[in-house]
C-alpha cells in the first residue's frame, strides 16, 4: 500500500454524473469518509456538489486517475460508452486496478461488451443497476442488481456499502445485473401503464377515486407502481419524480432486446405505445403517471385537478 | 314476527351455484347459524353439500321461497340472469323482502339492469362481487365490493358478515361494487399477464428464476399477481387454482365495457389477446399462470418442470 494510502488518508471515489441519483450518491461516499470526485456536464450541478465540500469538474478530468472506484450515473448505454471511450474516455485515465461501477440502465449485451472492452484494459467493471428514487440515493439506502468478477465486487464494496441499504449478487458476469434490472422495468413499465388505464377508466365510470385507491390497494389487482403512482394522479400533481421518457427509453431496450432474442412481448409493446403518445404529446419529462391524462384526453375523463 | 322466525328457529339462506367458491360461502353461513338451502346443476355438488348437513337441490326449487337471503355465486351474468328470470327462475318465488345477492362478475349495466327488474317484484338486489380464492370462502374471510340501497344491505347483513373479512359499501345503487370489482379484475389480469410474459423473457435469458423471484418481490416491479402466481411456474404445476378462461372471460367485459364507453383500453386488450391464445392452444381450463407456458412455446424458453 502507497504511502497516499495510509488509514490517515481517505480513499478516492469519483462519481460521473450528479442528477438526482448521482449527487445522493456522491454525498452518501463521502458520509462514508471517501474523497469524492464528481463530474457532470451541468455548472449547476457541479457547484451544488461543490458547495458541499466535494471536488467538482464539468469535464472528465485526469484526476479521475486518482479514484479506486468511479461510479457511472449517466442516462443510457450510449452516455456510459462516452464516458468510457469517447474523446475525453476515462478508460484510459483510470488507474489499474480501479472499478467502474455503471448503473445506468442497459441492454445486457451492452453491458457485457463494455465490460470486456474495459477489463481489457485491465481496469474492473461492475455491471450495477440501481433502482430506488432520489431521497433513498441521498440516504445510501437504494437497491443495487449487481454481477461482475470476485475482483470487481472486491474493489467496488466500499462504495457499494456506502450507497446501497441491499446489494444482489447475481453472478460473475457483466450483464446479469442489467438483465435483472430489465425485467424489473418491463414489469414496472407495465404496471403504471395498467395502473393509469385503470384508475382513469373508474373516473370516467364516475368512481368515487379515493374509494378505487383504497379498495385496490387491499386487493389482488395491486401492485407496488399502482400504490406508489396513483397517488400522484389523485392530487392532480404530475411533477417529475420519474418521468414518461425514462419508460420510453428502456420499453425501449426491451423491445430492442426481445426482438433481438425472438421473444414475444406483447404486453411491453402496448405499454411502450402509451409511453410513447403521453411523450408525443408533450409529457416525456413530467412524472410517468402522466398516462393517466393522456387516457383522460383520449377519452373525455375527468381527473381530480392540483389544489392551488 | 311470525313464529317461524322465533329466536329458537334459525333463518333460513339459499345458495345457488356449489362450486369451489360457492360450497365455501354455503359452510360459512351454516357455520353462523343459517339453515342453508344449496342448488347445483352437478348432482356431486349436490351431494357433497347434503354430506355436510345442508339442504340440497340440483334444480332452482320452489323451497327457495322459505329464504330471506340467496346467495347466487354462479360464473357470470348470463347464468345470473337464468337464475333470476329462466325457465326456473326465482324471481317468482323468492319472498318479498327477501335480498338477493349477486357475486358473480360482470358488466355494471347489466347489474343495473337486474336489479331493477328484481327491485320491481318488491325482492331486494345487492351488487355484491367477491374476492379472495376457495380458501378464505370457507373461512368466512372473503372480501366483497358491495353496493345496493340500504334496505338491501340490511337484508344481506346476516349473510355478509358470515361470509366476508371485510365489506366495501360502495354506493346506494347496483351497478358500482361491479364496476370496483371490473377495474380490480383489468388490473389483476393484466399483472398475470405481465408476470408471465416477464418470468419467461428471464428463462429464455438463461436467469436463474427463483432469483428473479426474489429480487422482483422486493423491488418496484412486484405485484399481487407476480407474487401469488409466479411460485406455479417455479414449479411447474398449472393445476387451475384459477382458470385461464376466467380472465378470457373478464378481460372480454372490460373490452365490452371499454368499447360501449369509447375508452381506449390497449393494455387489457393486448393481455385479453395471450389469454385468448392460451385458451385456443388448450390451455383454458388449466392455472391462469399457463400464460407462461404459451409464451414459452413461442420463444423456446425453458421452464421448470413438475417434480415428480
Not at 441521498?138 to 467496488?156: N, Q, V, W, Y
Request: charged share 20%.
Amino acid at each position: 500500500m502507497s504511502v497516499s494510502h495510509s488509514v490517515s488518508t481517505p480513499r478516492v471515489a469519483a462519481v460521473i454524473g450528479l442528477g438526482s441519483m448521482g449527487f445522493g450518491m456522491a454525498l452518501s461516499l463521502k458520509r462514508a469518509g471517501l474523497e469524492v470526485l464528481g463530474a457532470d456536464v451541468s455548472p449547476e450541478a457541479v457547484a451544488r456538489f461543490v458547495s458541499e465540500g466535494g471536488r467538482g469538474f464539468t469535464n472528465l478530468p485526469a484526476e479521475i486517475g486518482e479514484a479506486e472506484i468511479v461510479v457511472s450515473v449517466v442516462v443510457n448505454a450510449a452516455q456510459t460508452e462516452t464516458v468510457l471511450f469517447g474523446p475525453e474516455g476515462i478508460a484510459t485515465k483510470m488507474r489499474p486496478g480501479a472499478v467502474f461501477i455503471s448503473s445506468a440502465t442497459m441492454d445486457p449485451a451492452i453491458a457485457r461488451r463494455l465490460s470486456a472492452r474495459l477489463e481489457a484494459n485491465g481496469i474492473h467493471y461492475l455491471d450495477a443497476p440501481i433502482s430506488g428514487g432520489a431521497a433513498r440515493a441521498a440516504k445510501g439506502e437504494l437497491t443495487i442488481m449487481a454481477s461482475g468478477t470476485h475482483a470487481a465486487f472486491a474493489a467496488a464494496r466500499p462504495a457499494l456499502d456506502a450507497m446501497a441499504a441491499k446489494v444482489y449478487e447475481l453472478g460473475d458476469a457483466a450483464g446479469l445485473g442489467a438483465a435483472f434490472k430489465m425485467i424489473n422495468q418491463l414489469l414496472a413499465g407495465v404496471h403504471i401503464a395498467a395502473a393509469c388505464e385503470a384508475i382513469t377508466f373508474a373516473a370516467k365510470q364516475g368512481l368515487d377515486l379515493e374509494k378505487v385507491y383504497e379498495v385496490i390497494t387491499a386487493s389482488a389487482g395491486n401492485s407496488w407502481m399502482f400504490e406508489n403512482r396513483i397517488p400522484h394522479v389523485l392530487a392532480g400533481d404530475y411533477t417529475p419524480l420519474s418521468a414518461v421518457d425514462i419508460f420510453v427509453k428502456d420499453l425501449g431496450i426491451i423491445q430492442d432486446m426481445a426482438r433481438s432474442e425472438r421473444y414475444p412481448v406483447p404486453l411491453s409493446a402496448a405499454a411502450l405505445q402509451v409511453y410513447l403518445a403521453a411523450s408525443g404529446a408533450g409529457m416525456g419529462r413530467d412524472d410517468d403517471s402522466s398516462l393517466a391524462r393522456l387516457y383522460a384526453q383520449l377519452s373525455g375523463a375527468q381527473l381530480p385537478e392540483k389544489a392551488e
